[in-house]
């Protein structure tokens, strides 16, 4: 049987062909054309992901992991001795058990979170270069601490683009304090995250708090004028750019403005959770007033990851407990327990879960010693974090740090050991996902990074 590109290839002398040849490639290059035109777009990854979207659960400060994920029976028994070049030993107060057919050992202050224990990866072998603040958290979120780099999501979305072009690819909500932790730095403006809602002072934050997006509507103009006000300063700045070439924070500006204006139709629908049923809300525990503030967050997290939102951060502050470890951990667990279980069962049941790699981690971890007789200080030098979905192996317990907890000692974990492999589940090669600025490519992991092929399922 003949068919029409046959026909075409046999039918005066195959002048047909040549122009159907010639209509295909003015496609192509209209679709090229497109996607340059648009940074958002969907990019083609490096090879087949495990992962299509990250859902980042940032714990601003260091959770203690010897009394949350890692567990240190020696610890406990060796409670008020003095270790080699430490203070006394402080053990855990809080009590672990096995979870789940793994059996992974899980502190009493994740009651809600152990029930999932088979779909965690716990890393307990991870280590970062400072154990300062400041500079942690901003390796944590960009791989480096010394100068500004772009943040995680920004190398996400772009390696990746966005699969909503109505929506920010890259979301963070209850921002943490310092822009560079979610900005793009030297790439292109349109790939920094943007910041929602403010972070919790008090326990419970009202909804218009938790949902508020600066700057993207204009009260004083309809959507009639504010198209004809966008269109005249996208002139002005495509002016600016034909005289100077190349500039990326133009081209970024560009499309920010483009992308505010069609934010204002679905962005408040997405984070408006009230048609979320009476199951939902109870399962997040949304009318809690101790977790409420944080399930509202986890739950709009699900939304807009189903939206085709690439990379969502969801942040929690105050995990830093040099006095009152006891009380100030309990608070900060009781408020993110349930609505973090909820959210991997929500995941689950909408069958995401598979291709939504979930995350928690904090800027380091503490010490196994005390410090103002309740408390814990600064460790970057062993401490815990999970991932589950995304191509993660559930119920592992990897790698581990020594019998107090104090360093790491087996599969060790870097930071950029951590970055490399979150871009190897998105389907990124860390060493191929690179940026042209002062005179080198740049990357993520910079020179280092091996993936944890270990946690791999």
């Not at 310092?178 to 910041?195: D, M, R």
């Not at 700045?237 to 190349?246: I, Q, V, Y």
């Not at 991932?387 to 599969?411: N, W």
């Not at 979150?422 to 990074?449: K, S």
Request: glycine share 10%; charged share 20%.
């Amino acid at each position: 049987m003949q068919t029409r590109r046959d026909l075409l290839k046999t039918t005066g002398s195959g002048f047909g062909y040549l122009a159907f040849s010639a209509l295909t490639t003015m496609a192509a290059q209209r679709s090229a054309a497109s996607s340059a035109l648009n940074p958002l777009s969907p990019k083609t990854p490096h090879f087949a992901p495990k992962a299509k979207r990250v859902i980042f659960l940032a714990m601003q400060g260091g959770p203690s992991h010897v009394d949350t994920f890692d567990y240190k029976p020696q610890l406990t028994k060796d409670n008020g001795k003095e270790a080699k070049g430490f203070a006394k030993l402080l053990g855990s107060p809080f009590e672990f058990k096995q979870h789940g057919e793994s059996g992974l050992p899980i502190s009493e202050l994740f009651p809600h979170l152990a029930e999932h224990a088979d779909d965690l990866c716990l890393i307990n072998s991870m280590h970062t270069d400072i154990p300062n603040h400041p500079q942690a958290t901003t390796q944590m979120h960009t791989g480096n601490f010394q100068f500004v780099r772009p943040s995680l999501g920004a190398w996400t979305l772009y390696g990746l683009g966005t699969q909503n072009d109505s929506l920010p690819g890259f979301i963070t909500l209850a921002p943490p304090n310092g822009a560079q932790n979610y900005g793009s730095a030297f790439l292109p403006a349109i790939y920094q995250g943007t910041p929602i809602g403010k972070q919790a002072r008090n326990r419970f934050v009202a909804r218009e708090e938790q949902s508020e997006v600066s700057n993207i509507s204009n009260p004083r103009l309809n959507r009639d004028l504010q198209r004809v006000q966008l269109d005249f300063v996208k002139s002005l700045n495509a002016e600016k750019l034909k005289r100077d070439e190349h500039h990326p924070e133009v081209e970024g500006i560009i499309e920010s403005y483009e992308l505010a204006f069609r934010m204002q139709d679905e962005l408040p629908d997405v984070l408006d959770v009230s048609d979320e049923p009476e199951s939902i809300r109870k399962l997040y525990g949304l009318d809690d007033r101790t977790s409420g503030t944080f399930a509202r967050q986890c739950l709009s997290a699900r939304r807009l990851a189903e939206a085709g939102v690439r990379f969502i951060q969801v942040n929690h502050g105050n995990w830093d407990h040099h006095r009152n470890l006891v009380g100030g951990l309990e608070q900060n667990c009781n408020e993110i327990d349930r609505p973090i279980a909820a959210l991997l069962e929500d995941l689950k049941q909408r069958d995401m879960l598979k291709d939504t790699l979930v995350m928690w981690a904090g800027e380091f971890g503490r010490t196994p010693h005390g410090q103002s007789t309740n408390g814990r200080d600064h460790n970057n030098k062993g401490y815990s974090m999970w991932m589950a979905g995304g191509g993660v192996r559930g119920g592992l317990r990897y790698g581990s740090t020594d019998e107090h907890g104090h360093q790491a000692v087996l599969d060790k974990v870097h930071i950029h050991d951590w970055h490399a492999t979150i871009l190897h589940l998105l389907g990124l090669n860390h060493e191929q996902l690179t940026y042209p600025y002062a005179g080198r490519d740049f990357r993520l992991t910079d020179v280092h990074g091996q993936i944890v092929k270990g946690i791999l399922a």
